[in-house]
């Protein structure tokens, strides 16, 4: 009855000792893999919000999940003209061209009818690289082209992929516990 016991509490331990060695693993996989480079081609080089300056417009443009990673992205863009600041009122089309180059994604940025100066947007990157982004503003007979680069990291599954093998070997300690239990209650009726 005493190994019973003893060896009850060792599985406990030993499996609280896994639980611990997965999540630290998972803890130092993220931080290795969280390393980013963002381009811009603006003021702002590694920041959130983008700031973009031409000839005619100055926009800021502002993600919601930043550092950007795989997966749906939303963001706003503001924008201004430049000479006058005034808001702006026209049309703000975003181009997407994947890493590849083969294809190129059209969204339309639309603006939000209480707040004047904000335009939302939403895009799912289903590739990691650098992506080009052209932004196609027009306003009367007023148009202007931005282009920026933005870089996609691949998503954080490092700590599901850990927290997956640890939750897949829950019901299979389970399962062992219930075969050594039931192996020694048949021991003892004899």
């Known amino acids: ?7 009850i509490s060792t599985f406990l331990v030993l499996f609280l000792f896994s639980i611990l060695i997965v999540y ?3 803890q130092l996989w993220n931080t290795s893999n969280n390393i980013e ?5 603006s003021d702002s080089k ?21 550092p950007l ?9 503001t924008i201004f003209h430049k000479e006058t600041s005034d808001l702006y009122n026209g049309e703000a089309i975003l181009y997407f061209n994947t890493p590849d180059k083969k294809k190129r994604y059209k969204v339309y940025a639309l603006k939000l009818p209480n707040v004047d100066s904000i335009y939302k947007s939403t895009f799912t990157f289903k590739q990691s690289g650098l992506w080009v982004v052209e932004l196609d503003l027009n306003e009367n007979n007023i148009t202007e082209k931005f282009y920026f680069d933005i ?11 850990h927290g997956y093998l640890l939750m897949l070997s829950v019901p299979l300690l389970i399962f062992i516990a219930y075969i050594l239990l039931l192996r020694e209650s048949r021991r003892n009726k004899q």
């Open 24 to 26: 630290v693993a998972a």
């Open 1 to 7: 009855m005493l190994i019973k016991k003893i060896s």
């Open 37 to 41: 480079v963002n381009i811009a081609d």
């Open 151 to 161: 870089n996609i990291a691949e998503a954080s599954i490092g700590a599901f992929r």
């Open 69 to 77: 990673k795989l997966g749906e992205q939303f963001f706003d863009i």
């Open 46 to 66: 590694n920041t959130n919000p983008y700031v973009l300056k031409n000839d005619k417009f100055n926009i800021s443009i502002e993600f919601y999940n930043y």
